[in-house]
């Protein structure tokens, strides 16, 4: 088993041929300054966003984060174990401010910015092409920058008998596209698509927690009338659970994750909502998970 008391990060600002991004040749790699960030995944189409605070960096480090829609990247890992990418994305705002003897920059980013806002399609496909076929075509033409696709459900196998034709931006050409097959996507990374059903998951292979491998305190039961309570009328009235982790940045939204060892919260769940945070010198390093019943 991992260390997981020896953490480490690294977080890579810029990258040549960076989508959008002007002098994107310049970049640096951090390992060892103080961060604080908070890595926001969903279950939906909402962009996975990266809030992040760095501290005491160099003027020219900090002229790079100014390049507009320069990318950032941040792994994590555990003593010798691989880095794992947690968050790939673009800058979308960066501000630097002197606070007592410590300069902070803080930085706000999105995976796939660029692409969902510039990427369009003009599409035009046949009689009798399939929702997989005029997936793959949206994605290839509107977003160049995906390298892999990982779909899953039984209507990806539905005919359009008179074809299918699209037109516009890319992200709500997708949106249109599965709400009517009962499908959802998420763009991960920046560079992989995952499309899989409503009442579904990413057939990713699931993550298994214990309190013996991270798993922290009890997992809270969550249900509908809590919901009710919370006035999240979006929300699903659906019976699962809230808990905390070590950081284990494999835990993506629509992946499943099976509990052992909890007492009263042991089965197999479908994530819907994902939170990565951490601070290099502080004691928080961590990932909640809200999830369903599955």
Not at 123 to 148: C, F, H, R, W, Y
Request: hydrophobic share 35%.
């Amino acid at each position: 088993m991992s260390l997981k008391w020896l953490r480490k990060y690294r977080l890579t600002i810029g990258k040549e041929n960076t989508v959008g991004a002007k002098n994107a040749a310049q970049s640096v790699i951090i390992t060892d300054s103080h961060i604080e960030f908070d890595v926001s995944v969903t279950g939906d189409s909402k962009l996975n966003t990266l809030d992040l605070k760095i501290y005491n960096l160099s003027r020219s480090t900090i002229a790079i984060f100014d390049i507009e829609n320069v990318q950032v990247t941040l792994e994590v890992g555990y003593a010798d174990d691989p880095f794992v990418v947690l968050f790939k994305g673009e800058k979308t705002y960066m501000t630097t401010a002197k606070k007592g003897t410590e300069v902070i920059t803080t930085v706000k980013a999105a995976e796939g910015s660029v692409a969902t806002k510039e990427g369009q399609v003009n599409s035009t496909l046949p009689q009798g092409a399939k929702v997989k076929d005029v997936l793959n075509k949206l994605i290839s033409e509107g977003m160049p920058e995906v390298k892999s696709i990982n779909m899953n459900g039984e209507t990806l196998e539905r005919l359009y008998n008179k074809g299918y034709s699209a037109s516009g931006n890319v992200k709500k050409a997708l949106d249109d596209l599965c709400k009517s097959n009962n499908l959802q996507w998420t763009l991960d990374k920046g560079d992989t698509i995952n499309i899989y059903p409503l009442n579904g998951d990413t057939k990713v292979k699931a993550i298994q927690l214990t309190p013996y491998n991270g798993l922290i305190n009890t997992p809270e039961k969550t249900n509908k009338e809590i919901d009710k309570l919370k006035k999240d009328l979006d929300k699903a009235d659906t019976a699962g659970v809230k808990f905390e982790c070590l950081l284990e940045p494999l835990i993506q939204a629509g992946g499943v994750v099976q509990l052992q060892g909890t007492f009263n919260a042991d089965g197999n769940y479908k994530v819907t909502k994902v939170s990565h945070s951490g601070g290099y010198e502080s004691d928080d390093w961590t990932t909640t998970v809200e999830a369903v019943n599955y």
